[in-house]
């Protein structure tokens, strides 16, 4: 499955899918095969982090 580009589309599409059918960012990553690092790095670009307590990026 390919995955937004732009990051604020992004940002939503993986809350969504932490929020609706993931325990945590790496079974995310995992189970959908993308890059867990590549997700991190836009999403940090527009200043958002994983935050595991909550599970979505903040």
Request: hydrophobic content about 35%.
């Amino acid at each position: 499955m390919q995955i937004p580009k732009d990051p604020n589309m992004l940002l939503s599409y993986v809350n969504l899918k932490l929020r609706d059918f993931y325990s945590n960012l790496d079974v995310m990553c995992d189970d959908m095969d993308v890059s867990k690092s590549e997700i991190e790095e836009k999403l940090k670009s527009i200043g958002y982090i994983y935050d595991s307590e909550r599970n979505q990026f903040v």
